[in-house]
């Protein structure tokens, strides 16, 4: 069967300021820099986010091996503390006319740029007055979006608020994973409350310039799935799919958050305050879109044992995850699980569930460690693993869009090989391999099936 993708299909790949740019000296410091410089043996053999692709000053190269492979759009960020230093104050006009630079060259090559705002790199400065806990940081975010805005908002046509809005915030506040960690499952709800007003607020500043493009989010949204039909399971699956996929997805899309999520963390103690003003921020700017990132499920099941007492409250309070299924199937590098049909699961909760609102998937993709032994005698990677991987995915978004869902695109995590947040390069991802002695690009297997596939807009 040859499966069909619709004309103007993005086909595309997602990429971050801080995992490719490179030229860290001229911004201003990230969290993930202090960190570094702080912890340096936290990262995968002490690799910071120093040692990147140099996409900064290799982006026209870069963007000429998009071309080649036929891609149509391209996902990145940029970074808040390049272009405003310190995170509030001045412009860095360098960086302006970099980003300039780098959407013309984009424009020219008729690759459409979709311009995320923040990708878990938050200024250091906001980062030490309490990042999104702090209400002034939702300030400078506004600011700072609206200094983008009317930068590029006649050439843009995409705007992304957030990447993954949730990520920063459970690894921040509840697993220990970002800087800087601070354990606090309730102050962490009222980290996500300010993010979610911060996108609210992004996305009025940008209606009220009357700008030509669309403005969304990027959300991961992870399906939950229940170990069986018991009610304690399903319930402990729903608890888990309030908390990590619809506590952004309501009130992103529907303009207001979930009376099941609400109600739960009023009985538990965990809700933050809302001013009613911010309600009618939520309840007044929608997206007009939605980026969707999916790597694996979650499998929920119900808590076997009493939670202690005395244990601080966290999500898995809760719920249990469980393993021991049979089939399953996952990435041992990277310890996600395989589940294409996740793909179509979210697809159709997205249809039938939020206004069918055109999304994209806007993350997906296969992190492999040791690709280096895949290597031909060419030097071309065979990653035939990932050709698979993703043919598996394009299959159920392919189904999906033939049952009515309203999606538009697919990017891969990542186009060049990248520096990833903890891990650096254990896991590779491109179509395309980077070589860290050389920096030297070179196109995976992957990246020939996905020209072709691009050329026949779709595959056997
Ligand atoms: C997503 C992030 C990306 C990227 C990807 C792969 O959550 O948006 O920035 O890092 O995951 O994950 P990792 O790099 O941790 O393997």
């Not at 630079?101 to 740029?113: A, G, Q, S």
Request: with cysteine; hydrophobic share 35%; glycine share 6%.
């Amino acid at each position: 069967m040859f499966y069909d993708f619709p004309r103007r299909f993005w086909w595309g790949t997602a990429s971050s300021s801080l995992q490719t740019e490179g030229n860290k000296n001229k911004r201003g410091k990230s969290t993930w820099d202090i960190w570094y410089e702080k912890e340096p043996f936290r990262f995968y053999n002490n690799v910071g986010p120093n040692k990147l692709s140099d996409f900064y000053s290799n982006f026209k190269k870069d963007i000429d091996i998009m071309k080649e492979l036929y891609l149509n759009s391209f996902r990145t960020s940029i970074s808040w503390s390049r272009l405003i230093p310190g995170g509030t104050g001045e412009i860095d006009s360098d960086a302006a006319a970099y980003y300039h630079d780098l959407i013309d060259y984009l424009i020219e090559k008729d690759i459409e740029p979709i311009i995320n705002l923040f990708h878990f790199d938050m200024p250091i400065e906001l980062a030490n007055k309490g990042g999104w806990a702090n209400k002034e940081v939702v300030n400078a975010y506004v600011n700072y979006a609206k200094t983008v805005f009317s930068l590029y908002g006649e050439k843009v046509n995409y705007f992304i608020t957030f990447n993954e809005p949730i990520v920063p915030i459970e690894m921040c506040y509840l697993y220990g994973a970002h800087y800087p960690f601070e354990l606090n499952f309730k102050k962490g709800i009222g980290a996500a409350y300010n993010t979610i007003i911060a996108h609210c607020r992004a996305v009025e500043e940008y209606r009220k310039l009357d700008l030509p493009g669309q403005i969304g989010i990027v959300l991961n949204l992870t399906p939950s799935y229940p170990r069986s039909s018991h009610p304690s399971d399903v319930n402990a699956a729903k608890t888990a799919d309030l908390l990590f996929n619809r506590s952004f997805l309501d009130p992103v899309v529907k303009g207001h958050f979930s009376k099941d999520l609400i109600e739960f963390l009023k009985e538990n103690n965990l809700c933050p305050n809302a001013e009613k003003k911010e309600l009618e921020t939520v309840k007044n700017n929608k997206v007009d879109y939605l980026g969707v990132n999916y790597y694996q499920p979650r499998r929920i099941k119900a808590k076997e044992n009493i939670p202690n007492p005395q244990a601080p409250i966290m999500p898995e309070t809760f719920f249990d995850y469980y393993t021991e299924m049979p089939g399953r199937r996952m990435n041992t590098s990277r310890g996600w699980e395989i589940y294409p049909k996740g793909i179509y699961d979210l697809s159709i909760d997205i249809r039938d569930n939020y206004g069918n609102i055109p999304y994209f998937i806007s993350e997906n993709g296969m992190g492999i460690e040791g690709e280096e032994k895949h290597k031909n005698e060419d030097g071309q990677i065979q990653d035939d693993y990932r050709i698979e991987f993703i043919k598996e995915h394009l299959i159920w978004i392919h189904r999906a869009k033939e049952e009515g869902c309203n999606v538009f695109g697919y990017h891969l995590w990542t186009f060049i090989d990248n520096w990833s947040f903890t891990n650096a390069y254990k896991n590779r991802y491109g179509y395309v391999s980077l070589d860290l002695e050389t920096n030297k690009r070179t196109v995976k297997k992957s990246g020939e099936w996905i020209r072709k596939t691009i050329f026949n807009n779709g595959f056997e």
